[in-house]
């Protein structure tokens, strides 16, 4: 698995990734995630557990088809400039790949995911603590420029350690990575 790959609006994704494991969360709902993106992510939930902040898995893996669904339900509910500030269009997502993670907050025996996540405390060590488990936060503050999608504290994606640790501390964004 290429956990350097890029899919953007600009670079898209035309395979099927072969080592999924699927798992439930915490609303019961099946989740497909790439399995050392999973096995990594486990160790970053065990980590902020140890700081009372329990996350879960929203969304993961999505085929071609969910997330064709997914952007059209977008657009009709919020219109196609939103839809195209927030979900990328089906063949350009990198959930389509299985590495990337929408994470959830569980509060109140609740889960809270994207807008609603509103702890800023869990935001900033979530973002801090990312690389350390070979993430990154997908989609930061002030690099819409380069994503070209607006800032989502919950989407991270998995791209190994080396490459998140050298992003975080060099305050990169995928795209801004030298091929």
Same mark, same amino acid.
């Given at each position: ?5 890029? !899919? ?12 999924? #494991?699927?798992? %439930? ?6 989740? +497909? !995630?790439?399995?050392? $993106? ?8 065990? *980590? ?17 088809d969910e ?7 977008? !657009? ?12 990328? %269009? ?6 389509? $790949?299985? +590495?990337? #993670? ?12 994207? *807008? ?7 935001? &900033? +060590? ?10 990154? +936060? ?5 690099? &819409?420029?380069f994503t ?10 998995? !791209? ?20």
């Amino acid at each position: 698995m290429n956990y350097k790959i890029l !899919v953007n609006k600009k670079n898209k994704y035309n395979f099927s990734p072969h080592n999924l #494991i699927c798992k %439930k969360n915490f609303n019961n709902n099946k989740i +497909l !995630v790439e399995k050392r $993106t999973y096995k990594n992510y486990l160790k970053l939930k065990k *980590f902020l557990k140890k700081f009372n902040y329990e996350i879960d898995i929203e969304s993961a893996y999505r085929s071609y088809d969910e997330q064709k669904k997914l952007f059209y339900d977008i !657009v009709s509910l919020k219109g196609i400039n939103h839809a195209l500030k927030y979900v990328q %269009k089906p063949g350009y997502s990198e959930h389509q $790949t299985g +590495l990337a #993670i929408d994470i959830a907050l569980i509060k109140n025996n609740k889960m809270l995911f994207d *807008f609603d996540i509103n702890d800023e405390k869990f935001i &900033e +060590l979530l973002h801090k603590s990312l690389y350390k488990f070979g993430f990154i +936060l997908r989609y930061p503050q002030k690099k &819409e420029i380069f994503t070209e999608i607006n800032y989502e504290p919950w989407h991270i994606r998995y !791209v190994g350690k080396r490459l998140a640790k050298n992003m975080y501390f060099n305050n990169l964004c995928l795209e801004e990575i030298k091929k």
